[in-house]
């Protein structure tokens, strides 16, 4: 195991809280079990509570252990191109503080392989928000994440510092029928 993934690991198992690249933007992320890891995630960022956390999992066997999964082929499918987060049902073990207190949960499966071994090593889902303040513009590289953000997060990964982002991923929910609703 390389240091970052150590380092990075060490910090989640100690309630930490972790600055990283993600397949999509730089993040920030926590426990997504714990609500005191989760509570810091909405100081750091000044995030208005009712506003829900996505999570990243490993897989999608992963994603059915804390959420209920129906059809997931089509999940599959729908993510391979262009990175998703789809709504689940019934979340479960997963913080109240990260759900908002909704009988729903947001999970993505990240292509980015340092994300999965973290995510495969802790052995859980980690929360992943953007790495700026709420209301304020998304970074697409680190240099443009506010020293805020940086100083009071445990851990930050820097094997991808030089790393541009692109953009958030689009949200998608299952309908009754089979087919997706675009929430973003």
Same mark, same amino acid.
């Given at each position: 195991?390389?240091? #970052? &993934?150590? +380092?990075?690991? +060490?910090?989640?198992?100690?309630?930490?809280?972790? &600055?990283?690249?993600?397949?999509?933007?730089?993040?920030?992320? /926590?426990?997504?079990?714990?609500?005191?890891?989760?509570?810091?995630?909405?100081?750091?960022?000044?995030?208005?509570?009712?506003?829900?956390?996505? /999570?990243?999992?490993?897989?999608? #066997?992963?994603?059915?252990?804390?959420?209920?999964?129906? *059809?997931?082929?089509? $999940?599959? *499918?729908?993510?391979?191109?262009?990175?998703?987060? $789809?709504?689940?049902?019934?979340?479960?073990?997963?913080? +109240?503080?990260?759900?908002?207190?909704?009988?729903?949960?947001?999970?993505?499966?990240?292509?980015?392989?340092? /994300?999965?071994? &973290?995510?495969?090593? $802790?052995?859980?889902?980690?929360?992943?928000?953007?790495? !700026?303040?709420?209301?304020?513009?998304?970074?697409?590289? $680190?240099? *443009?994440?506010?020293?805020?953000?940086?100083?009071?997060?445990?851990?930050?990964?820097? !094997? *991808?510092? !030089?790393?541009?982002?692109?953009?958030?991923?689009?949200?998608?929910? &299952?309908?009754?029928?089979?087919?997706?609703?675009?929430?973003?």
């Amino acid at each position: 195991m390389n240091n #970052e &993934l150590k +380092n990075a690991l +060490n910090a989640l198992k100690s309630g930490g809280i972790v &600055l990283y690249q993600t397949d999509t933007i730089w993040g920030i992320g /926590c426990d997504a079990l714990s609500d005191v890891a989760a509570q810091k995630i909405f100081k750091i960022k000044k995030r208005d509570k009712s506003k829900a956390l996505i /999570c990243l999992a490993s897989s999608f #066997e992963m994603i059915k252990k804390y959420a209920l999964v129906k *059809e997931v082929d089509n $999940f599959i *499918e729908v993510s391979k191109q262009t990175p998703t987060t $789809f709504i689940f049902d019934n979340p479960k073990k997963i913080s +109240n503080y990260v759900t908002a207190n909704k009988d729903t949960v947001a999970f993505r499966v990240p292509h980015n392989s340092f /994300c999965i071994d &973290l995510i495969k090593l $802790f052995g859980k889902p980690i929360v992943s928000t953007s790495a !700026n303040v709420s209301g304020q513009k998304v970074p697409l590289n $680190f240099s *443009e994440i506010d020293s805020h953000i940086k100083d009071n997060v445990d851990y930050i990964v820097k !094997n *991808e510092k !030089n790393k541009n982002s692109f953009s958030s991923s689009r949200i998608l929910r &299952l309908n009754d029928d089979g087919s997706f609703y675009k929430i973003r």
